[in-house]
């Protein structure tokens, strides 16, 4: 039944721009005031940026998709809708006027220039889309190119898989890129209960829906999280973020994740659980509070996520539909789950590990995802807009930080001829002070921070904290892998 929900508001979500036409629910959301929404992304490469090959790249492909040929226009009802807008690829293509030579520390300059990009507000009367070639050397990259995207053009899993789509494979610049795809097991044991294990996983998702949803009008109405240094501010918009980058191995996280004999996911939500808690835990011995430990044990901390509800990425169907103009699904096909951080000084790392995935578990067999993105669409004809964006804002004011996870291409990836270092991305918007985003790239993971700088004065610690965390769980797991060969 949830299968076919899916297909439906799929279906309902596929959309053309061949003329004037209204934004989907949840994008109608995103250009509001207060749920103002951009996606900042980098794209490191490993040689020297050529701006003339990302034009004619960009005319070859990414202009040919509805959504990039298309500008924001309000009508007087104020409902946002799409318009064709007649542009030029290169006033999108910006190549900024520096001298490289007298920049001290590349890195800190990157990490100015994409904040200060990410705060500056976006121009409506064009396509909502931008990116920024410098070549300049950093630490991880020969060269960038930064990326400014408005959230109303598509999803997170849309927007990567078209950036999949328009790039190729370093080792044959034919082929499509391919991703990590998640292995189903077949359990071909006890096929005659077959019938009694579905009816008992249909009682486990319904009961476990009407808890988290139950969850979810608690916190409309009145639960907040607990105050710490990492709670936002309320107000209409975050003045200013602060967004930078750390870099982790990622098969230090396969190595945990087969230690634990868990998925990613359980890993990097674990290794935030316990990146959060160093963090906390060195706040409040600042403040000197005598009983640390029990302070932590009482804090309530949760996170939101906008999880995908597509099945796949359909990213052959996107470079098909740039090669040959047939139409692809495409929209913000999404629902907001709220999911709680466990924050405790453990003495054991591998703790935080178990947690996520006793939260992730739960979480898997909750539809509160697809009930919430029904919901919304619900609300907004019924009470309209406003309505909608005040009960969303509302979530966000009381849940403490945003999470999310894309896997990116596990092959090197060249775009437009220009082989990539790594790839990165975060989607900005909402009060919270703290937003966290994990992208995959061949055999590394890059955690993408955008903090309010006003709540977090020292967003480099906080880094330093999470990848801190992952060497201690990395440390827990070899120690427990060896105990288990000796055995």
């Known amino acids: ?156 899993m849309s927007l990567m898989s078209l950036l999949l789509a328009i790039s190729r494979k370093t080792s044959n610049p034919e082929a499509l890129p391919t991703t990590a795809a998640t292995r189903k097991h077949a359990d071909s044991n006890d096929k005659d209960w077959w019938l009694v294990r579905r009816f008992w996983l249909m009682i486990r998702v319904i009961f476990t829906t009407v808890i988290e949803l139950f969850k979810y009008i608690l916190t409309l109405c009145f639960m907040r999280d607990s105050l710490t240094p990492l709670t936002g501010k309320t107000r209409d918009k975050i003045l200013y973020r602060k967004i930078m980058q750390r870099f982790v191995s990622l098969d230090d996280v396969k190595m945990v994740k087969n230690t634990m004999e868990m998925k990613i996911n359980d890993v990097l939500l674990g290794m935030t659980q316990a990146g959060l808690s160093r963090y906390l835990s060195r706040k409040y011995d600042e403040d000197m509070v005598v009983e640390k430990k029990k302070l932590l044990e009482k804090i309530r901390l949760r996170g939101t996520v906008i999880v995908n509800l597509r099945e796949t990425a359909k990213i052959e169907d996107l470079a098909t539909m740039m090669a040959k103009g047939s139409k692809s699904r495409w929209g913000n096909f999404v629902g907001l789950v709220m999911f709680p951080i466990w924050v405790r000084s453990e003495d054991d790392p591998l703790e935080y590990i178990r947690r996520a995935k006793s939260t992730m578990d739960v979480k898997k067999l909750s539809l509160e995802s697809l009930l919430c993105y029904q919901g919304i669409k619900l609300a907004m004809k019924m009470f309209g807009e406003k309505v909608v964006e005040n009960l969303v804002r509302r979530l966000f004011d009381h849940t403490t930080l945003a999470f999310s996870n894309v896997m990116g291409p596990d092959e090197e990836t060249s775009f437009f001829g220009h082989p990539m270092s790594y790839v990165t991305a975060s989607a900005l918007g909402g009060s919270q002070a703290l937003i966290i985003h994990f992208v995959s790239y061949v055999d590394k993971i890059i955690i993408n921070l955008a903090v309010d700088t006003t709540v977090i004065p020292d967003p480099h610690i906080l880094c330093d904290d999470l990848v801190e965390a992952l060497n201690v769980i990395k440390l827990a797991a070899l120690e427990k892998g060896d105990r288990k060969m000796e055995v």
């Not at 070639?133 to 109303?152: D, R």
């Open 1 to 156: 039944m949830s299968m076919k929900m899916e297909k439906d508001t799929a279906r309902e979500e596929q959309e053309t721009t061949s003329a004037v036409e209204p934004l989907s629910p949840i994008s109608q959301l995103f250009v509001s005031p207060t749920l103002y929404c951009i996606i900042i992304f980098t794209l490191g490469f490993q040689t020297r940026c050529n701006p003339s090959s990302i034009v004619e790249g960009i005319k070859r492909t990414w202009i040919k998709f509805p959504r990039f040929s298309c500008k924001l226009e309000m009508k007087k009802n104020g409902k946002a809708v799409w318009v064709p807008a007649t542009y030029r690829v290169e006033d999108h293509i910006i190549v900024p006027d520096i001298d490289y030579s007298n920049i001290e520390n590349p890195d800190q300059f990157i990490e100015d220039y994409t904040s200060n990009l990410a705060n500056t507000p976006m121009d409506i009367s064009k396509p909502l889309w931008e990116f920024h070639i410098l070549n300049i050397k950093t630490s991880n990259a020969e060269s960038l190119c930064i990326g400014k995207l408005h959230h109303s053009l598509g999803d997170g």
